[in-house]
């Protein structure tokens, strides 16, 4: 990956498809997305040299211009006379690229036409709008294959910049840079440069690279810009202005300006419908804008959309843009209009500015209501204790019953999210259901008890809690949401995956009426699910989906960016992995209890532990012991796992593989049987037969491709079977799951040397990964071709190969420190390879 364009290759791919049926290629796409780039690199790809044709905006008006660019034009000649010129000067294997096409001109559009409908395989025309309707019957005529370029995605974005900072980019500059940018590479180029110059990217203390939201835009983006805005309407201009302080604008707030003539309805319009709201059709024209005006400008936008807001606002997403804009330049607005904006702020996971609206209207005398949004945006945060502060003077007894349900609700919140004591939330519940008679409330309250008992590891609980909030809820799409949710959760923990993938796709494209933080959980359970359908490739686009929704701050960023860590984890890219782990424990801070932090330190433990990094494995696994509240329940498991990884990361098996057999019975125990598959398949690829027996009746009760796969590991393993071993492993590299096939080709290789080639095959695309399992294989390797290792031996030999002294080993193993040296020499007796010597 290098900085600037990068060539697609699913886009080259269908290029080269294309050209193989002699069929015109069409490369359609926003100015700077790469077309050119793209065009230019297949020619060369095939060694055809470039014949361009370029149409420009400035020339369409001058019959024949673009031709006359690229071959003479002699007075008074006319298109046939033109087109046989060309036909002439065209050179032997040229390979005509058609730059623009939507800008020729009307004579030279009919020479390009008549050139593709006479020759097939002739090259192939970019455009980035309609083309002329002389050249698009031509190629359509001719059988034209369109292709059209995607923007960057998050992950390439990331590649991208980090190429060129020499450094990592935090994640929530990637996602940011990714959203303004629209992932156009020549705008993503020119913001990046921008931002270097006037160091609003910057390393930050713990040399992760930040970007600041104020940017300096480059001349040449301004240019761009420019050239785009220069014919834009009155009314166009007016709305981009306004979507530069209010984004997403409400369409109400459009229609009640008078502006409704300035929102268009194809690609590369500047304003575009949304709903119910209009947006910038590239979000870097907003930030130009923004940029340019003056705070008296800017001052009077304010104040014109405040009052269209007050006008048309009846909408909570309209009460929110209301009271934030008030908030920000000092405007007056009633207390209600604070704390319904920060209502709608926290459902949005804003919670930053939740609390700033929440105090906004305490100050400007609003009551309750406040006061329980500020709780929840402190608890949310991480800052339960100060969450509970906020509601020490309020006296339960004096409320009616619908302010008691809210209070009630609150607490039981920052008891299970805050600080990960769902027995208090429970309590909480407990004691004040019985003056409870309302459905809405009452549906709250099922909600919550769902949520706490997911949370604390109990999914049948949980589901029948979920359902009676549903039942309840029908016509409170809050709590409706949560138990939709909280039930999707719970079924894929007991091992589903057919029905919870149908609730929450259901859910998230029917109305996600639950906000942001009960649709980020959602997600998280989408994606989950889909890696135990195996299908990487969508759980990587719904991972990054979900980071790209998610307000990045605190909860919503920790979930986000832990679960997209699993997702490259099980793909092998460690190191995306191990920064989206980091991310998430900066973004919980150290006093996290809510079991997030202790999940996603463990995961962490094993993206360290899986590319032999000691240290790392030893320090996340502390971090897993600091999140973790008691290791007596159910919250112990994960840093049982952890224990067991840092073991890993030295080369053990016999402790660890004990250690994942014990957190799967207690998972079972729990019903947690998607859990108790995948940690005894994690001892399976350690080639623990035990667990492979457990398995096979735990995978099998277990749905999705992934766990039958497991299952099928199993069976090989148990059997002694290498064939069975090579046909698993296939099957994990096609779908993905690189780790999983290496350690599967080290188990083939044990039982058939001649598999040796494959394992290393899979271990040049799976960065730096190391697993006992692949140390042994190594050995095997070295092994003269009548010797074999015992399990003592090759557990030996990966400990040693880890790095671990002689007497370390004895400590390990539980043996004396001659045995030990027994076993090395014996073992270096076996090695054919003179590399194997006495260190």
């Known amino acids: 990956?290098?900085?600037?364009?990068?060539?697609?290759?699913?886009?080259?791919?269908?290029?080269?498809?294309?050209?193989?049926?002699?069929?015109?290629?069409?490369?359609?796409?926003?100015?700077?997305?790469?077309?050119?780039?793209?065009?230019?690199?297949?020619?060369?790809?095939?060694?055809?040299?470039?014949?361009?044709?370029?149409?420009?905006?400035?020339?369409?008006?001058?019959?024949?211009?673009?031709?006359?660019?690229?071959?003479?034009?002699?007075?008074?000649?006319?298109?046939?006379?033109?087109?046989?010129?060309?036909?002439?000067?065209?050179?032997?294997?040229?390979?005509?690229?058609?730059?623009?096409?939507?800008?020729?001109?009307?004579?030279?559009?009919?020479?390009?036409?008549?050139?593709?409908?006479?020759?097939?395989?002739?090259?192939?025309?970019?455009?980035?709008?309609?083309?002329p309707p002389a050249l698009r019957q031509a190629l359509d005529a001719a059988g034209v294959r369109e292709v059209v370029v995607p923007p960057l995605d998050l992950e390439t974005v990331t590649e991208l910049v980090e190429d060129r900072i020499g450094g990592e980019l935090s994640v929530a500059a990637a996602v940011r840079l990714q959203q303004v940018t629209g992932g156009n590479p020549f705008f993503l180029t020119e913001y990046v440069e921008g931002a270097l110059r006037s160091e609003s990217l910057a390393p930050g203390s713990a040399g992760i690279w930040e970007l600041e939201v104020d940017t300096e835009i480059s001349d040449d983006l301004r240019q761009v810009a420019a050239e785009r805005l220069a014919g834009a309407s009155e009314s166009e201009e007016r709305i981009l202005d306004l979507l530069s302080l209010c984004a997403p604008l409400p369409r109400a707030v459009v229609d009640h300006l008078g502006l409704a003539d300035g929102v268009g309805d194809?690609?590369?319009?500047?304003?575009?419908?949304?709903?119910?709201?209009?947006?910038?059709?590239?979000?870097?024209?907003?930030?130009?804008?923004?940029?340019?005006?003056?705070?008296?400008?800017?001052?009077?936008?304010v104040?014109?959309?405040?009052?269209?807001?007050?006008?048309?606002?009846?909408?909570?997403?309209?009460?929110?843009?209301?009271?934030?804009?008030?908030?920000?330049?000092?405007?007056?607005?009633?207390?209600?209009?604070?704390?319904?904006?920060a209502a709608t702020a926290f459902l949005l996971g804003d919670l930053i500015l939740t609390e700033q609206l929440a105090r906004r209207a305490i100050d400007t005398g609003a009551g309750l209501g406040a006061h329980l949004q500020l709780s929840r945006s402190l608890a949310g945060r991480g800052q339960a204790g100060r969450a509970?502060?906020?509601?020490?003077?309020?006296?339960?007894?004096?409320?009616?019953?619908?302010?008691?349900?809210?209070?009630?609700?609150?607490?039981?919140?920052?008891?299970?999210?805050?600080?990960?004591?769902?027995?208090?939330?429970?309590?909480?519940?407990?004691?004040?259901?019985?003056?409870?008679?309302?459905?809405?409330?009452?549906a709250g309250f099922a909600a919550i008890r769902a949520l706490a008992s997911v949370n604390a590891g109990r999914p049948y609980p949980a589901l029948q809690w979920a359902r009676a909030a549903q039942a309840l809820g029908r016509q409170v799409p809050l709590w409706s949401a949560l138990g939709e949710f909280v039930e999707a959760e719970s079924l894929r923990r007991s091992g589903e995956v057919a029905r919870p993938l149908q609730i929450v796709r259901q859910a998230l494209g029917a109305d996600e009426s639950g906000g942001a933080l009960v649709g980020t959980g959602a997600r998280r359970t989408l994606v989950q699910a889909l890696l135990s359908a195996a299908d990487l490739p969508a759980a990587q686009r719904e991972g990054e989906r979900l980071l790209e929704?998610?307000?990045?701050?605190?909860?919503?960023?920790?979930?986000?960016?832990?679960?997209?860590?699993?997702?490259?984890?099980?793909?092998g890219d460690f190191s995306a992995a191990r920064r989206l782990c980091e991310t998430a424990l900066a973004a919980l801070g150290d006093g996290d209890r809510t079991g997030l932090g202790r999940g996603t330190a463990m995961h962490l433990?094993?993206?360290?532990?899986?590319?032999?990094?000691?240290?790392?494995?030893?320090?996340?696994?502390?971090?897993?012991?600091?999140?973790?509240?008691?290791?007596?329940?159910?919250?112990?498991?994960?840093?049982?796992?952890?224990?067991?990884?840092?073991?890993?990361?030295?080369?053990?098996?016999?402790?660890?593989?004990?250690?994942?057999?014990a957190v799967a019975d207690e998972s079972l125990a729990a019903d947690q049987r998607a859990e108790a598959a995948a940690v005894l398949h994690a001892a399976v690829r350690l080639g623990d037969r035990i667990a492979a027996q457990r398995l096979l009746a735990v995978a099998l009760a277990t749905e999705g491709t992934l766990p039958h796969l497991q299952r099928t590991h199993a069976a090989a393993l148990l059997a002694d079977d290498a064939a069975g071993l090579s046909t698993v492993a296939d099957d994990f590299g096609r779908l993905g799951f690189l780790p999983a096939a290496a350690d599967t080709w080290a188990q083939a290789v044990a039982l058939d040397r001649t598999?040796?080639?494959?394992?290393?095959?899979?271990?040049?695309?799976?960065?730096?990964?190391?697993?006992?399992?692949?140390?042994?294989?190594?050995?095997?390797?070295?092994?003269?071709?009548?010797?074999?290792?015992?399990?003592?031996?090759?557990?030996?030999f990966a400990l040693w190969d880890a790095g671990c002294t002689g007497g370390e080993i004895a400590e390990i193993l539980g043996l004396t420190t001659s045995t030990v040296t027994g076993l090395l020499a014996r073992l270096r007796t076996k090695m054919s390879s003179p590399q194997h010597g006495s260190r």
Not at 55 to 79: E, K
Not at 566 to 571: E, I, M
């Open 1 to 131: 990956m290098t900085w600037g364009y990068r060539a697609d290759e699913t886009a080259l791919s269908a290029v080269a498809e294309a050209w193989a049926k002699h069929r015109p290629v069409l490369i359609t796409g926003p100015a700077g997305i790469g077309k050119t780039r793209l065009a230019r690199h297949f020619a060369e790809s095939v060694g055809r040299r470039p014949f361009w044709i370029i149409g420009a905006p400035a020339m369409r008006g001058t019959q024949l211009g673009a031709v006359a660019a690229a071959i003479p034009v002699g007075f008074g000649d006319d298109v046939d006379s033109v087109w046989t010129t060309l036909r002439e000067r065209l050179p032997a294997r040229a390979f005509v690229i058609v730059e623009a096409a939507e800008h020729l001109d009307t004579a030279s559009a009919a020479i390009v036409a008549r050139l593709f409908a006479s020759f097939s395989g002739v090259g192939i025309v970019t455009a980035g709008g309609p083309l």
């Open 266 to 301: 194809a690609p590369g319009d500047l304003v575009l419908p949304l709903a119910d709201a209009v947006v910038c059709g590239q979000a870097m024209f907003t930030q130009i804008r923004r940029g340019e005006l003056g705070p008296l400008q800017r001052r009077r936008l």
């Open 303 to 341: 104040g014109d959309l405040v009052e269209a807001l007050a006008a048309t606002g009846e909408r909570p997403v309209e009460t929110l843009h209301r009271a934030r804009l008030c908030l920000e330049y000092g405007l007056a607005a009633p207390a209600q209009v604070f704390t319904e904006g």
């Open 388 to 442: 509970l502060q906020v509601l020490a003077e309020i006296e339960p007894d004096s409320l009616d019953e619908d302010d008691l349900a809210g209070y009630a609700i609150t607490v039981a919140i920052t008891h299970t999210v805050g600080q990960g004591d769902h027995a208090a939330a429970h309590g909480v519940l407990d004691k004040f259901e019985p003056r409870i008679t309302s459905a809405a409330a009452r």
């Open 549 to 571: 929704v998610s307000v990045l701050q605190h909860i919503p960023q920790a979930i986000a960016c832990a679960t997209l860590a699993q997702v490259h984890s099980a793909r």
């Open 605 to 661: 433990t094993i993206a360290h532990a899986m590319t032999g990094d000691r240290a790392g494995a030893r320090a996340a696994r502390r971090r897993t012991e600091r999140a973790t509240a008691s290791v007596a329940s159910w919250a112990g498991a994960n840093l049982q796992v952890a224990r067991a990884f840092e073991q890993i990361s030295v080369g053990e098996i016999t402790r660890p593989v004990a250690v994942l057999r």
């Open 755 to 796: 598999y040796a080639a494959r394992l290393a095959a899979v271990l040049k695309r799976c960065t730096d990964y190391v697993s006992p399992v692949t140390r042994i294989a190594k050995g095997h390797s070295a092994l003269s071709p009548w010797e074999t290792l015992s399990p003592r031996e090759a557990e030996t």
